[in-house]
Nanobody, 122 residues
Framework: VQLVESGGGLVQAGGSLRVSCTAS????????MGWFRQAPGKEREFVAA????????YYADSVKGRFTIARGNAKNMVYLQMNSLKPEDTAVYYC????????????????WGQGTQVTVSS
């Protein structure tokens, strides 16, 4: 499974941004997909995940109510809509995939993208 992120950029605090992930390779429609992020000097942390069918989602407390994860109709696309962004959301955002149900731990994901930078200015 190959994952490619896009859509990062610079936005002011309170603004919105959407990052996307395109998956290819093996049967990605059977994969749960997740977003993680890593800020400078910090560990990579879980942000959100969606089940292979798109009906189940899970969010970190820090983004709940502000971020929305969704799969595209073809199931090989995953989006993370980020609203009410804060400077502390600044990080490299990584798309990840795993076969099986949603998980929130980094080591439980087998496939990773290269990441896309999101910077929120105050």
């Amino acid at each position: 499974v190959q994952l490619v992120e896009s859509g990062g950029g610079l936005v002011q605090a309170g603004g919105s941004l959407r990052v996307s992930c395109t998956a290819s390779g093996r049967t990605v429609s059977n994969c749960a997909m997740g977003w993680f992020r890593q800020a400078p000097g910090k560990e990579r942390e879980f942000v959100a995940a969606v089940s292979w069918g798109g009906e189940n989602t899970y969010y970190a407390d820090s983004v709940k109510g502000r971020f929305t994860i969704a799969r595209g109709n073809a199931k090989n696309m995953v989006y993370l809509q980020m609203n009410s962004l804060k400077p502390e959301d600044t990080a490299v955002y990584y798309c990840a995939a795993r076969y099986g149900p949603i998980r929130t731990l980094r080591y439980e994901y087998n496939y990773w993208g290269q990441g896309t930078q999101v910077t929120v200015s105050s």
